[in-house]
């Protein structure tokens, strides 16, 4: 059904119909040029607010600056708490019109917690540095542009637009069930779904995204009888928990590869003892070298194209693990939550065609698909199984995750440009 409503929808719209953009798309795009120094200094102010994922009044500030934002141009703003999942908590903004509905995503948090030193916007010309700027504080300013651009032009009126922006996406509270709650509601209910995550770029052309890999973790943990380093392989000890880690850690890289697959190995450690730390980030072990290893432990993640692929390669390493080398035993879990799949699909293509329409009468370049397995995971996978959903609307810069995080604030300008005739023409059907 979703592939036939997908094709219609590209019949929907003739060619002819934007042989150009119209009065109130080139309104669109005059005001957001005009107010690009304003928007400069906003994403500035934002930057400079701490909103690390644990810095839970933190995250509420830079919500406070985006309510400021979002109420005078006409949406109800909400903020949910997320307190029983330990996170801050999500702003939900809503503008109710005759239109279909459009979700904008975001987030407000960032990797960067209060006591990471890298804390400050920094500007140099067209490239500003900052902790989150891209991720995603850059992309947020671009939501903001757009709508006030179409505030300006008269299209928002009408428009029926939802904007969630999560407090916690880049460390997912728990229960997800809870957590993603509000913004899996908020995909049932759209005719349309965008995410404001970093723009592709390669080589100076801009990429779409209509599809992202899930991520989920998962410990493996082994085990051996131990005694004397004399009696490995006999049929007494056997193999031992270090030798049956690496057999099934071994299966995994020879059995599994595919396509759009990967399945990193982040920690191991193993010994007589060995163990792994509440929150899975940090190992310890002790042994010696004539002591066969009671217990091993590995720590990684696995990153999927589809809910099929999903599914099968976990059956496929519940094989290899279950296969055990004499007198050792192994136990795979997942994980609680993660993030599913934003699967390609027909409609997502039909999002992208309608985003390059904009692009040939706005005289920007036409956008090809990007990759999947050069993206990471996002929150358009939670509701990309229920709407048509298109990624990678926010800013183009580099460096994210990590110290020196930068954008190129020229970007702001073609990003909301885009979005704000997108928006409106998903929204008003024009």
């Given at each position: 059904?979703?592939?036939?409503?997908?094709?219609?929808?590209?019949?929907?719209?003739?060619?002819?119909?934007?042989?150009?953009?119209?009065?109130?798309?080139?309104?669109?795009m005059q005001t957001v040029t005009r107010e690009h120094d304003r928007h400069i200094a906003l994403l500035e102010r934002m930057v400079n607010q701490n909103s690390g994922t644990l810095n839970l009044a933190g995250v509420r500030a830079v919500g406070d600056m985006v309510r400021a934002e979002l109420e005078p141009l006409g949406f109800e703003v909400?903020?949910?708490?997320?307190?029983?999942?330990?996170?801050?908590?999500?702003?939900?903004?809503?503008?109710?019109?005759?239109?279909?509905?459009?979700?904008?995503?975001?987030h407000l948090d960032t990797v960067f917690e209060a006591d990471n030193p890298f804390q400050r916007f920094e500007r140099a010309g067209a490239r500003a540095?900052?902790?989150?700027?891209?991720?995603?504080?850059?992309?947020?300013?671009?939501i903001i542009a757009a709508l006030r651009a179409m505030q300006a032009a008269g299209t928002l009126g009408d428009a029926n637009v939802t904007v969630v922006l999560t407090g916690d996406e880049e460390r997912i509270g728990a229960p997800t069930s809870l957590a993603r709650r509000d913004l899996i509601e908020a995909g049932k209910a759209a005719a349309f779904a965008l995410e404001f995550e970093n723009l592709a770029v390669e080589n100076e052309r801009d990429f779409g995204t209509i599809a992202r890999r899930s991520s989920a973790n998962w410990t493996?943990?082994?085990?051996?009888?131990?005694?004397?380093?004399?009696?490995?392989?006999?049929?007494?000890?056997?193999?031992?928990?270090?030798?049956?880690?690496?057999?099934?850690?071994?299966?995994?890289?020879?059995?599994?590869?595919?396509?759009?697959?990967?399945?990193?190995?982040?920690?191991?450690?193993?010994?007589?003892?060995?163990a792994i730390?509440?929150?899975g980030f940090s190992v310890t072990a002790s042994g010696k070298t004539n002591i066969v290893a009671s217990t091993a432990i590995a720590r990684g993640d696995l990153r999927t194209l589809t809910a099929e692929q999903d599914a099968r390669i976990r059956a496929g390493m519940q094989t290899i693990v279950d296969a055990h080398l004499p007198r050792t035993g192994?136990?795979?879990?997942?994980?609680?939550?993660g993030y599913p799949p934003m699967a390609p699909s027909e409609g997502n293509r039909a999002l992208l065609a309608q985003l390059n329409a904009v692009n040939r009468d706005l005289g920007l370049p036409e956008m090809a698909e990007y990759d999947p397995a050069r993206r990471g995971a996002a929150d358009s996978g939670f509701v990309a199984a229920d709407v048509d959903t298109l990624g990678?609307?926010?800013?183009?810069?580099?460096?994210a995750h990590a110290d020196g995080e930068w954008v190129d604030l020229d970007s702001l300008v073609r990003q909301s440009q885009r979005a704000a005739v997108l928006i409106s023409r998903l929204s008003l059907g024009e």
């Open positions: 059904m979703r592939l036939l409503l997908a094709v219609l929808f590209l019949f929907a719209l003739p060619p002819a119909v934007h042989a150009g953009p119209s009065r109130a798309e080139r309104t669109m909400r903020w949910v708490d997320m307190g029983e999942t330990g996170r801050a908590g999500h702003l939900v903004a809503t503008h109710s019109g005759r239109g279909r509905n459009v979700l904008l995503i975001g540095t900052g902790p989150g700027i891209g991720d995603d504080k850059g992309g947020v300013v671009v493996l943990t082994t085990t051996g009888r131990t005694g004397h380093s004399s009696g490995v392989f006999n049929d007494t000890l056997g193999y031992g928990a270090i030798y049956e880690l690496a057999r099934i850690l071994d299966g995994f890289r020879r059995e599994l590869p595919e396509p759009n697959l990967t399945y990193n190995v982040g920690v191991v450690a193993g010994g007589t003892p060995a730390d509440a929150e192994a136990e795979l879990v997942f994980g609680e939550g990678g609307l926010g800013v183009a810069g580099g460096n």
